[in-house]
């Protein structure tokens, strides 16, 4: 139901765009979220967004990476610039999401998309 997509090879200071887009019977979608994880790291919170567009980021992407979303297409979005050797990870998008016939938010999972950054 949440399709991750955009990773992908890229050299140190280079951008990619991130792709995270929900299908299915959706009613609506409250806060998507980016997460990451490295070989052998535990898996962090990258950045996340409200349906109203409030965002929260990591310390170590502040001012390089932007989330941003689109409620009419139920999707979000991470733009990553200057990226590091050390943003190299899979990174996975969650999302509340309530079906219509749904009274709370489940919480959903893409499937990841891998990010390498060369050095």
């Known amino acids: 139901q949440l399709q991750a997509s955009g990773g992908g090879l890229v050299q140190a200071g280079g951008s990619l765009r991130l792709s995270c887009a929900a299908s299915?019977?959706?009613?609506?979608?409250?806060?998507m979220t980016w997460y990451r994880q490295a070989p052998g790291k535990q898996r962090e919170l990258v950045a996340s967004?409200?349906?109203?567009?409030?965002?929260n980021y990591a310390d170590s992407v502040k001012g390089r990476f932007t989330i941003s979303r689109d409620n009419a297409k139920n999707t979000a979005y991470l733009q990553m610039n200057s990226l590091k050797p050390e943003d190299t990870a899979v990174y996975y998008c969650?999302?509340?999401?309530?079906?219509?016939?749904?009274?709370?938010?489940?919480?959903?999972w893409g499937q990841g998309t891998l990010v390498t950054v060369s050095s």
């Open positions: 969650n999302a509340g999401v309530r079906t219509p016939s749904s009274n709370y938010y489940g919480s959903y």
């Open positions: 299915g019977n959706i009613f609506s979608i409250s806060t």
């Open positions: 967004i409200t349906r109203g567009a409030l965002t």
